[in-house]
T-cell receptor
Framework: GAGVSQSPRYKVAKRGQDVALRCDPI?????LFWYQQALGQGPEFLTY????????KSGLPSDRFFAERPEGSVSTLKIQRTQQEDSAVYLC??????????????FGPGTRLTVT | GQNIDQPTEMTATEGAIVQINCTYQ??????LFWYQQHAGEAPTFLSY????GLEEKGRFSSFLSRSKGYSYLLLKELQMKDSASYLC????????????????FGRGTQLTVWP
């Protein structure tokens, strides 16, 4: 079946612009995660949804970052007034369950954001 | 904290065996994941250990010791296509009756396989 998809794959934004990154998880997956990955680093957690509920947003670096998943499927990560330090790859992942079997997370290809 | 430590780089030759170690400093994880990430691509799931011991899956095996906060990924019969970053990740955690599904990743071990 189809995997996790993300769009756009690449985004160049001028400092101060707002951006919106989209994630289509695997159909039927309850959990959806956003991670930020800087060059040469492992992914860092941003936020987590279980269906439409945002249960953990402790990783969002500032109030310029906002995520939503209104119908429990597609999710959007919005970054307002982008700064150069926001340049990174933004990864979306989904998993079937949150505990027990099926907790492995499947990642999308990511959106590479470059802020100039 | 949830420090996940793994070597930054490793090299090996085709056909060899390599072991990538991972240590962590929390006992709160339900299990330990290993992911493979080729340059510019998404991490892909390799293994998930919940119980202590070795789990074998083809050329790849993963080991976990929860009491020691230690895991390793063993790659046998190395191939050039195994050149990638290997990410160790702990999770999920169970706090105060709720499940926190996030993964805590190490910075990855860049494996280079030479002919």
């Amino acid at each position: 079946g189809a995997g996790v998809s993300q769009s756009p794959r690449y985004k160049v934004a001028k400092r101060g612009q707002d951006v919106a990154l989209r994630c289509d998880p695997i159909s039927g997956h309850v959990s959806l995660f956003w991670y930020q990955q800087a060059l040469g680093q492992g992914p860092e957690f941003l936020t987590y949804f279980q269906n439409e509920a945002q249960l953990d947003k402790s990783g969002l670096p500032s109030d310029r970052f906002f995520a939503e998943r209104p119908e429990g499927s597609v999710s959007t990560l919005k970054i307002q007034r982008t700064q150069q330090e926001d340049s990174a790859v933004y990864l979306c992942a989904s998993s079937r369950n949150v505990r027990g079997a099926g907790t492995e997370q499947y990642f999308g290809p990511g959106t590479r954001l470059t802020v100039t | 904290g949830q420090n996940i430590d793994q070597p930054t780089e490793m090299t090996a030759t085709e056909g060899a065996i390599v072991q990538i170690n991972c240590t962590y400093q929390t006992s709160g994880f339900n299990g330990l994941f290993w992911y493979q990430q080729h340059a510019g691509e998404a991490p892909t799931f390799l293994s998930y250990n919940v119980l202590d011991g070795l789990e074998e899956k083809g050329r790849f095996s993963s080991f976990l010791s929860r009491s020691k906060g230690y895991s390793y990924l063993l790659l046998k019969e190395l191939q050039m296509k195994d050149s990638a970053s290997y990410l160790c990740a702990g999770g999920p955690r169970f706090d105060r009756g709720s499940t926190l599904g996030r993964l805590y990743f190490g910075r990855g071990t860049q494996l280079t396989v030479w002919p």
